[in-house]
């Protein structure tokens, strides 16, 4: 079955670091894959998203490379601000999973603390 | 206004008592979810609908039920509570010509006694 494992938190970051988030996955068939946010109290959102190997998702100065290659999806941002400090999911939809087709598998979550 | 809404926001039950969990939103998506999130475990998913006639378990199915009252509303029911069901609950939305992307709503916490 499809499975998503990212790197386990917390991680704790000074503002204005690099940020990296490993995501790697496994799947039948032809995922898209995704990063959402989680800011405190709150719902998931949407962060960017990749549909085919080579696509780069970007918004808000996060990106991240679908790598078939490595079965990979890391999260990447140059500079982090405060208001990062979240909790970051991977996940995939693989719409090719017969009985799971168009379901998100998350992965477990990553803690980000962004200190001043 | 918030385009998914989940209501109540957070309940505190004993065990053995029934509980629904609301859902309604304003996109216009026909396709809707359910899952729980536990710390630890990411989001699971419980129930999902694709249209008002079509209601499909997820992984966790057990111990729950939906309802899918309109095209706007879905709501989860627990027919006897128990502490293990303490969780994070939270609706999502999708549109039919982007499956892929989901739209959450704030979340409801419930709790167990």
């Known amino acids: 079955g499809n499975s998503v494992t990212q790197m386990e938190g917390p991680v704790t970051l000074s503002e204005e670091a690099f940020l990296t988030i490993n995501c790697t996955y496994t799947?039948?068939?032809?995922?898209?894959l995704f990063w959402y946010v989680q800011y405190p109290g709150e719902g998931l959102q949407l962060l960017l998203k990749a549909t085919k190997a080579d696509d780069k998702g970007s918004n808000k100065g996060f990106e991240a490379t679908y790598r078939k290659e490595t079965t990979s999806f890391h999260l990447e941002k140059g500079s982090v601000q405060v208001s990062d400090s979240a909790v970051y999911f991977c996940a995939l939809s693989d719409l090719y999973s017969g009985a799971g087709s168009y379901q998100l598998t998350f992965g477990k979550g990553t803690k980000l603390s962004v200190i001043p | 206004d918030a385009d998914v809404t989940q209501t109540p926001r957070n309940r505190i039950t004993k065990t053995g008592k029934r509980i629904m969990l609301e859902c309604s939103q304003t996109?216009?998506?026909?396709?809707m979810y359910w899952y729980r999130q536990d710390p630890g475990l990411g989001l699971r998913l419980i129930y999902y609908s694709f249209d008002v006639k079509d209601i499909n378990k997820g992984e966790i199915s057990d111990g729950y039920s939906v309802s899918r009252q309109a095209q706007a509303k879905f709501s989860l029911s627990l027919e006897s509570a128990i502490p293990n069901q303490t969780a994070l609950y939270f609706c999502?939305?999708?549109?039919?010509?982007?499956?892929?992307?989901?739209?959450f709503g704030p979340g409801t916490r419930l709790t167990v006694l």
């Open positions: 996109k216009g998506h026909d396709r």
């Open positions: 799947a039948t068939g032809y995922p898209s």
């Open positions: 999502a939305t999708s549109a039919n010509r982007d499956t892929d992307t989901q739209y």
